[in-house]
């Protein structure tokens, strides 16, 4: 089950507090100098720039994931890789004692239909080799949905700079024309740095992280798939339960591999 992921707010909070109370602890005036970096003007080139070259850049049937993508960055999943071991070692429990096609009834109490898809796949006695060649085909077709998705957070990231230097270009035009006016040299030179600082701030605290975030989520996603592959074949070639859990452990990170035969020998000792 999907959780609300705290540390994607918390981040975006930390770092804008922390630039807040650098411009703060550092201004002569307080509150007045915090006040000035809040510029409509230099906003409004870099999000009006950013959304325009978002719209160019990708299609209407792509730019409707982007709320889904952008909630996803503030979800999370936790997996329990050792529960899902245990659930194959359980399922080759049974096909080993009662036959594959026993199997099925089983289903009800697995909530992934990855996995459900993969046992009916051996129940139905198709090849091992089929079998895993439809399971990656699945795996590959998520990588490429997934990347398409971040493909519109990776380019903001990309862009967001780049409109804030067409801001600066823009504030430092303004401020040569009017060279011989005075007051009007601090606006235009405010509206040369402000977008430069808003697009870096966009780039390097929104949509990078959150784009790096997606890719490691992906790439879990992908690792769990490939252990129920694993999983799936065990089982539908009739390995010993033992030597699946022993298999599919070695996917495991090294320190979560110690803890479970920690776990093991307490249960063994306690028996």
Same mark, same amino acid.
């Given at each position: 089950?999907?959780?609300?992921?705290?540390?994607?707010?918390?981040?975006?909070?930390? +770092?804008?507090?922390?630039?807040?109370?650098?411009?703060?602890?550092?201004? =002569?005036?307080?509150?007045?100098?915090?006040?000035?970096?809040? %510029?409509?003007?230099?906003?409004?080139? /870099?999000?009006? +720039?950013?959304?325009?070259?978002?719209?160019? @850049?990708?299609? &209407?049937?792509?730019? *409707?994931?982007?709320?889904?993508?952008?909630?996803?960055?503030?979800?999370?999943?936790?997996?329990?890789?050792?529960?899902?071991? @245990?659930?194959?070692?359980?399922?080759?429990?049974?096909?080993?004692?009662?036959?594959?096609?026993?199997?099925?009834?089983?289903?009800?109490?697995?909530?992934?239909?990855?996995? %459900?898809?993969?046992?009916?796949?051996?129940?139905?006695?198709?090849?091992?080799?089929?079998?895993?060649?439809?399971?990656?085909?699945?795996?590959?077709?998520? !990588?490429?949905?997934?990347?398409?998705?971040?493909?519109?957070? !990776?380019?903001?990231?990309?862009?967001?700079?780049?409109?804030?230097?067409?801001?600066?270009?823009?504030?430092?035009?303004?401020?040569? %024309?009017?060279?011989?006016?005075?007051?009007?040299?601090?606006?235009?030179?405010? &509206?040369?740095?402000?977008?430069?600082?808003?697009?870096?701030?966009?780039?390097?605290?929104?949509?990078?992280?959150?784009? @790096?975030?997606?890719?490691? *989520?992906?790439?879990?996603? /992908?690792?769990?798939? %490939?252990?129920?592959?694993? +999983?799936?074949?065990?089982?539908?070639?009739?390995?010993?339960? *033992?030597?699946?859990?022993?298999?599919?452990?070695?996917?495991?990170?090294?320190?979560?591999?110690?803890?479970?035969? =920690?776990?093991?020998?307490?249960?063994?000792?306690?028996?």
């Amino acid at each position: 089950m999907k959780k609300f992921d705290i540390f994607t707010p918390i981040g975006i909070f930390i +770092g804008l507090t922390m630039v807040l109370f650098a411009i703060f602890t550092n201004s =002569e005036r307080g509150m007045s100098d915090v006040v000035f970096f809040i %510029q409509i003007a230099s906003f409004l080139i /870099v999000l009006g +720039g950013l959304t325009a070259a978002i719209l160019i @850049n990708f299609s &209407l049937a792509d730019l *409707k994931l982007i709320p889904k993508v952008f909630a996803e960055t503030f979800r999370s999943e936790p997996k329990d890789f050792p529960e899902l071991i @245990n659930t194959f070692v359980n399922l080759s429990t049974k096909a080993r004692r009662e036959g594959l096609l026993a199997l099925e009834a089983s289903l009800e109490e697995v909530e992934d239909p990855f996995i %459900q898809k993969g046992v009916l796949l051996a129940v139905d006695g198709i090849e091992p080799e089929i079998i895993k060649d439809i399971m990656m085909a699945e795996v590959v077709a998520m !990588e490429e949905r997934h990347r398409k998705g971040r493909a519109i957070i !990776e380019r903001a990231g990309e862009y967001a700079p780049a409109w804030g230097m067409i801001g600066t270009l823009i504030g430092l035009v303004l401020m040569l %024309q009017n060279l011989t006016d005075p007051s009007t040299i601090g606006p235009n030179m405010a &509206l040369a740095l402000l977008t430069t600082l808003y697009g870096s701030l966009l780039a390097n605290l929104v949509f990078i992280p959150m784009s @790096n975030k997606l890719a490691t *989520k992906t790439e879990e996603e /992908v690792f769990e798939k %490939q252990i129920i592959i694993e +999983g799936v074949i065990g089982v539908q070639s009739g390995q010993n339960p *033992k030597i699946l859990e022993e298999k599919l452990s070695a996917f495991l990170p090294k320190t979560q591999q110690k803890i479970e035969e =920690e776990e093991e020998g307490v249960t063994v000792d306690g028996a």
